[in-house]
């Protein structure tokens, strides 16, 4: 089918070279404020028309899906207006800038049957859907806490906190992995002086099953650190996305409560076991992804569970910016 491309900023070349290895993905056409990206892209890739505008694309029939790479502050515009203009469309996360808007976008899309999918790529990574796996069966035991790390120099995003443009990534994996929703959300966090959004933000969840999870999120980190721990009554494993030999690590350790033997003995007993680096295929998310949204535009049909879920993540940003504009004051969702 003919794909229209809306954005080629800096995640736009990995879009456009995805798209083209997918044989699902005829003509690709593309979009952008700066004609001279779309120029550059045109020449680099065959298949690659221009539009000359947005309007243009919705008004052509043959284009039946649409990826916006656009502004987060633009999402709900532009992926309402294809919608109603009949168009499939994927949107890179998060879905839209408030849950108000995100539900209402899901909801038309269900009622004209169309697709509108959010850019969540790491459910499309083998080491995220491994340890998946590994918690579905059991292997960790009962989910005690999870932390996680994502920070990096850059790149600063002028229309929105660290907290929309980082988040995304690290709600869209803990709740698959838990497979629940947080019931309570914090978070702190400072803008630097000369920024007048958060560029470091630390988030804090707290679900019904007794699980709890903290987020570090920054723009402005020596280092580029891309890691999550989630510590099971069982099991405890390490999920690093920036580690490409040994992305995963079980480590069989734990802590045991027994009873004393006497008054002054422990009730506490440390166990340490192997760590395991299990092996994980290497495919690219991304493809995954957009081969996913056209196998989904070609079936038919409109948003599943999977829509719900990037909608509640909406939801727990925007409570997580409410609890930092009140100094990390818990909201209940």
Same mark, same amino acid.
């Given at each position: 089918? !003919?794909?229209?491309?809306?954005?080629?900023?800096?995640?736009?070349?990995?879009?456009?070279?995805?798209?083209?290895?997918?044989?699902?993905?005829?003509?690709?056409?593309?979009?952008?404020? =700066?004609?001279?990206?779309? @120029?550059?892209?045109?020449?680099?890739?065959?298949?690659?028309?221009?539009?000359?505008?947005?309007?243009?694309?919705?008004?052509?029939?043959?284009?039946?899906?649409?990826v916006?790479?656009?502004?987060?502050?633009?999402?709900?515009?532009?992926?309402?207006?294809?919608?109603?203009?009949?168009? @499939?469309?994927?949107?890179?996360?998060?879905?839209?800038?408030?849950?108000?808007?995100?539900?209402?976008?899901?909801?038309?899309?269900? =009622?004209l049957?169309?697709?509108?999918?959010?850019?969540?790529?790491?459910?499309y990574?083998?080491?995220?859907?491994?340890?998946?796996?590994?918690?579905?069966?059991?292997?960790?035991?009962?989910?005690?806490?999870?932390?996680?790390?994502?920070? @990096?120099?850059?790149?600063?995003?002028?229309?929105?906190?660290?907290?929309?443009?980082?988040?995304?990534?690290?709600?869209?994996?803990?709740?698959?992995?838990?497979? =629940?929703?947080?019931?309570?959300?914090?978070?702190?966090? $400072?803008?630097?002086?000369?920024?007048?959004?958060?560029?470091?933000?630390?988030?804090?969840?707290?679900?019904?099953? *007794?699980?709890?999870?903290?987020? @570090?999120?920054?723009?402005?980190?020596?280092?580029?650190? !891309?890691?999550?721990?989630?510590?099971?009554?069982?099991?405890?494993?390490?999920?690093?996305?920036?580690?490409?030999?040994e992305?995963?690590?079980?480590?069989?350790? *734990?802590?045991?409560?027994?009873?004393?033997?006497d008054?002054?003995?422990?009730?506490?007993?440390?166990?340490?076991?192997?760590?395991?680096?299990?092996?994980? =295929?290497?495919?690219?998310?991304?493809?995954?992804?957009?081969?996913?949204?056209?196998?989904r535009?070609?079936? *038919?049909?409109?948003?599943? $569970?999977?829509e719900?879920?990037?909608?509640?993540?909406?939801?727990?940003?925007?409570?997580?910016?409410?609890?930092? $504009?009140?100094? *990390?004051?818990?909201?209940?969702?």
């Amino acid at each position: 089918m !003919r794909v229209a491309l809306i954005g080629l900023g800096y995640w736009g070349s990995n879009l456009v070279r995805n798209l083209l290895s997918l044989q699902s993905c005829g003509d690709l056409v593309l979009f952008d404020t =700066e004609s001279a990206k779309v @120029n550059k892209a045109i020449r680099q890739s065959p298949r690659a028309f221009a539009a000359s505008s947005f309007d243009a694309i919705l008004r052509d029939p043959s284009i039946r899906a649409v990826v916006l790479a656009t502004p987060v502050t633009t999402h709900y515009d532009l992926a309402a207006r294809a919608i109603e203009a009949g168009k @499939n469309v994927l949107v890179e996360k998060p879905l839209t800038i408030s849950h108000q808007s995100a539900v209402a976008l899901v909801a038309r899309a269900r =009622e004209l049957q169309q697709v509108v999918m959010a850019g969540h790529t790491f459910l499309y990574s083998p080491p995220v859907r491994l340890v998946r796996q590994l918690i579905s069966a059991g292997e960790i035991g009962e989910p005690l806490y999870a932390q996680s790390t994502r920070m @990096n120099l850059g790149v600063h995003q002028a229309d929105v906190s660290v907290l929309w443009d980082l988040a995304p990534h690290d709600l869209s994996i803990l709740l698959d992995w838990l497979d =629940e929703y947080p019931i309570r959300v914090s978070a702190i966090g $400072r803008a630097t002086e000369g920024t007048k959004r958060a560029d470091v933000a630390f988030m804090g969840l707290e679900f019904s099953s *007794g699980c709890i999870a903290s987020l @570090n999120l920054s723009w402005l980190a020596p280092t580029k650190i !891309r890691k999550t721990t989630i510590v099971g009554s069982r099991r405890m494993v390490v999920y690093e996305d920036t580690n490409s030999e040994e992305p995963v690590k079980i480590y069989d350790k *734990g802590v045991e409560v027994r009873d004393p033997q006497d008054f002054g003995q422990h009730q506490l007993t440390y166990r340490t076991g192997d760590v395991r680096s299990p092996h994980v =295929e290497v495919i690219e998310p991304l493809q995954a992804e957009l081969q996913d949204f056209l196998e989904r535009v070609a079936e *038919g049909g409109g948003p599943d $569970r999977r829509e719900d879920t990037a909608v509640e993540i909406v939801y727990i940003i925007e409570a997580a910016e409410e609890s930092l $504009r009140s100094g *990390g004051v818990p909201v209940a969702l």
